[in-house]
């Protein structure tokens, strides 16, 4: 037996212990049929490409050969017991990152960026293994980010600084004080505003309460006033998910027909308002069928619009920018609104996280600096002043928070600084009920809080569920449609979010448990699979139904049939139903994973951790769980432990995208690969 042939029997081992996908023994298997490698590299070939398609399972782009060369255990979070049983059958591997470099690029399924391309399916740039997919699209993501950033628009600074004016100053409420401004610097959303109306494309971060939506509403205004026809300006709002695009355009609706009451005549925002159109999904955005992996618009047959601002853009994984980049003509106007702390993307790469990643420090140069002095009279304070590329002057940070000021705020702080010790002290402070701390828990305590909430802090379903029995006569559609928006309402007050999505701590089982102690308190009746009350998150996109992967919906009788159901949406401020039986692809909600969560908000959130924290459970997913949160938040863990460990795990994707993006990269030819 030759010893790849014996690696994969160790493969085998390893994905019966669950620690290895069977796709990642598969693609290995399949490179090592595309052509035979020399004795000394097959092996490692083997390893590589079945840890790279594992790491990619697991939201990476790409393999590091020094991570894979320094420590693999501390790569996969495997026991060491695993990695030295895999070396007995593999033999000596490459001894650091030169040698494993030198080893792939021998073989004939790795093409090395620089070589004669003939198309393999890996990639090797300098010291990353790429999918060539991945390197495909993280190179169109590089190229385009860096060239849109430096595609600057000529615009009147006395012109922007007038409107400006207007739109922070007229009479606004949510203007801060003076001591407040000279505590917190310059005017961050004044100066998000400034930098994106000249930018091909901008970034607006922030965490929660900053004030994303609301600088972008101001932006749009902007635009409106500064156009030379703004009549003829088209508009775009997108998101990942269906909740959080509908979310986005309810936000800007209000923002703006505030912001229109208070500027009178001084500027028509009606017409705006007006021709702003619904937001969606970037999937509908881009033509997405469900058939096919293909869009509709692509470089080919690109989108037909001006301004594009995408909410929650941490959640858009790699695929989907680089086809929302190729997609996008290169006059149109981008700006990506999210937190680049919150978690990944579910699929591979963290685009925003990499594309903003030093916006704490800012790094503007000199000429942005006095652009900014000139277009809104802010000041860029002096440490902020270190000349990064394009993509920096691009970027802003909003850095106060209207919304997290208290105690929710304080945990979240914490818990994004690394501090485990203040966010157990911040839990354990007795002086305010938004928060609460059940540890140790058993499952019962979580059950308990899930039908009656936590003293003080109210939350759990119990309050839906007493609405759900006040149904008023289905042949009174009004009265009916008000209370089913009154009972999707009543739902979002409070959640559940895991961690983890199997076992007693994770969605499915928590699901299971809390539906059987819905129906123990008579709270349900569950008489098959479409019961009435049952609330579903839709897990694939349905574009025939209208539904989206995200949407989340309450099972109710059909008023026109009674022996039918539907399943009701609220979608912004508008009730529609689709029939049950159309809805193929749904799951129970009461417990829904933090992850799905992105885009939500709920007044009371109840998050579980298990008893383990593993790769998963790491600072981002618990500062995301976290801020869903808007007035209460209980910690909901077996052991106290997990917190800190979690704390102190930082979520670090293999990427290439920093690097790329420093390069000077010829962008059609990186495009055509």
């Not at 499915?508 to 349900?524: D, M, V």
């Amino acid at each position: 037996m030759t010893q790849a042939n014996a690696l994969f029997d160790g493969f085998d081992t390893l994905a019966e212990a669950g620690l290895l996908r069977r796709l990642g023994v598969s693609f290995a298997r399949f490179i090592a049929t595309l052509a035979p490698a020399p004795a000394a590299v097959a092996a490692p070939l083997a390893l590589a490409s079945a840890l790279l398609s594992e790491l990619e399972g697991r939201g990476h782009s790409c393999l590091k050969l020094d991570e894979l060369a320094a420590d693999p255990c501390a790569l996969l979070g495997w026991p060491r017991e695993h990695w030295d049983g895999l070396l007995t059958h593999s033999g000596p591997l490459p001894r650091d990152a030169e040698a494993w470099r030198v080893a792939l690029a021998s073989c004939e399924q790795v093409w090395t960026v620089g070589s004669e391309d003939r198309r393999q399916p890996l990639v090797l740039d300098r010291d990353r293994l790429y999918l060539r997919r991945y390197w495909k699209n993280e190179t169109l993501v590089a190229c385009q980010a860096a060239q849109r950033a430096a595609q600057l628009r000529d615009v009147d600074a006395a012109r922007v600084r007038r409107w400006l004016d207007l739109l922070f100053d007229a009479g606004e409420p949510e203007s801060a004080s003076p001591a407040e401004a000279s505590q917190a610097g310059p005017d961050w959303q004044r100066l998000a505003c400034a930098i994106a109306v000249r930018g091909g494309l901008s970034i607006i971060t922030g965490g929660p309460g900053t004030g994303k939506t609301y600088t972008v509403a101001r932006l749009l205004a902007l635009l409106f006033a500064l156009a030379d026809d703004p009549e003829r300006l088209r508009i775009a709002l997108a998101a990942p998910t269906g909740k959080a695009a509908a979310r986005l355009k309810q936000s800007i609706d209000d923002a703006l027909g505030g912001l229109a009451g208070r500027l009178g005549n001084e500027l028509n925002l009606l017409p705006l308002l007006e021709r702003l159109p619904a937001a969606g999904t970037l999937h509908s955005l881009l033509g997405a069928r469900p058939d096919t992996r293909a869009l509709r618009h692509h470089a080919g047959n690109p989108l037909d619009i001006d301004v594009l601002i995408v909410d929650e853009a941490s959640m858009v994984h790699l695929e989907m920018m680089a086809a929302l980049l190729d997609a996008l003509p290169s006059t149109t106007m981008l700006i990506l609104l999210g937190d680049k702390d919150q978690l990944a993307s579910v699929e591979a790469g963290a685009v925003l996280g990499d594309l903003c990643f030093e916006a704490q420090q800012g790094r503007y140069a000199p000429a942005t600096a006095q652009y900014v002095l000139a277009a809104c009279g802010q000041a860029i304070p002096d440490n902020m002043l270190t000349a990064g590329d394009a993509l920096a002057q691009q970027t802003v940070m909003l850095r106060r928070s209207r919304r997290f000021g208290g105690p929710i705020g304080k945990l979240a702080t914490a818990v994004n600084d690394g501090q485990p010790e203040q966010a157990a002290a911040c839990l354990h402070s007795a002086a305010d009920p938004a928060l609460g701390w059940l540890e140790p828990a058993r499952q019962a305590d979580l059950l308990a809080l899930a039908v009656d909430g936590r003293s003080g802090a109210g939350g759990g379903y119990r309050g839906y569920l007493e609405l759900l029995q006040q149904m008023p006569q289905a042949h009174d559609p009004v009265a009916y449609e008000a209370w089913a928006k009154a009972l999707l309402q009543a739902f979002d007050a409070f959640r559940v979010l895991c961690a983890v999505r199997d076992g007693e701590w994770g969605v499915a089982g928590i699901n299971q448990a809390i539906e059987q102690r819905l129906e123990a308190a008579g709270l349900i009746r569950r008489r098959g699979e479409w019961y009435t009350g049952r609330p579903v998150m839709v897990t694939r996109n349905d574009y025939g139904a209208g539904v989206f992967n995200g949407d989340i919906g309450i099972t109710l009788p059909d008023p026109a049939r009674a022996d039918s159901r539907r399943v009701y949406f609220l979608n912004g401020e508008a009730v529609r139903s689709v029939l049950a039986t159309r809805l193929a692809d749904v799951e129970t909600a009461y417990a829904m994973t933090v992850h799905k969560s992105q885009g939500s908000e709920f007044r009371h959130v109840a998050m579980v951790l298990p008893p383990e924290a593993g790769q998963v459970v790491a600072r981002e997913l618990v500062y995301t769980g976290i801020t869903r949160a808007r007035e209460f938040f209980t910690l909901v863990t077996p052991a106290a432990a997990v917190l800190e460990a979690a704390v102190l795990r930082k979520t670090q994707r293999a990427s290439g995208l920093r690097v790329l993006l420093g390069d000077s990269v010829d962008a059609p030819a990186a495009a055509d690969r």
